[in-house]
């Protein structure tokens, strides 16, 4: 596997979400079974990551930086 879609050994995934109010609320159960989908990539800047009007099949939270 890539390098960019290691995990991070110093990310704990379920800390982070739970910090967000968009995880608000889900039950425990349904949280453990979201974090076991989550992939952390790293992308170095001016990288296209998903181009404007085209249907993702993921959602994207962005830890560090911004995106336009």
């Known amino acids: 596997m890539e390098e960019r879609y290691n995990r991070d050994p ?3 995934i379920k800390e982070l ?4 109010s968009f995880f ?3 039950p425990e159960e349904a949280l453990e079974k979201a974090v076991i989908h989550v992939v952390s990539r790293q992308h170095p800047p001016n990288q296209v990551i998903l181009l ?3 249907w993702g099949t993921s ?5 560090d930086g911004w995106v336009k």
């Open 59 to 63: 959602v994207y939270f962005i830890l």
């Open 24 to 26: 608000e609320g889900l």
């Open 17 to 20: 979400m739970l910090s967000t």
């Open 10 to 12: 110093q990310l704990n």
């Open 52 to 54: 404007e009007n085209d």
